[in-house]
């Protein structure tokens, strides 16, 4: 068993998982603010963008193959080395998924 360093850029906060545990258990454990919504890798609200290190997330199945390279579901992910995570980064087909819905929302007749 191994114990990484996860760092959270933007914030400064760092968290020591172990290689046997998920990244968002430890954060919960630590009073990290790390989203999170079904816990087994299926909404993508947990998603952080990889900056630096490597995780292992054999069930993350909101993501890619590709996108598992540059992503962490953290509800799934477990260390694989240190890691530079950037939280509440989500995979390009979900964020066009959500620049679509929020041009389809309200707001464009309100001026009448
Ligand atoms: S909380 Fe839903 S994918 Fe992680």
New binding site residues.
């Given amino acids: 068993m191994s114990t990484y360093t996860v760092e959270f850029v933007g914030t400064g906060e760092t968290v020591q998982v172990e290689d046997t545990e998920t990244i ?1 258990s430890r954060c919960l454990d630590e009073g990290i603010a790390q989203e ?11 998603s952080a963008e990889i900056i630096e290190g490597e995780v292992t997330q054999p069930a993350a199945r ?1 993501l890619t193959e590709q996108e598992m390279e540059n992503y962490a ?4 992910a477990r260390p694989q080395s240190d890691l530079k995570l950037d939280r509440g980064k989500y995979p390009p087909s979900i964020e066009s998924e959500i620049e679509a819905d929020a041009s389809t929302g309200d707001g464009a007749a309100a001026d009448d």
């Fill in positions: 968002l999170y919504s079904c816990r087994v890798g299926m909404c993508l609200a947990c909101g579901l953290t509800c799934m």
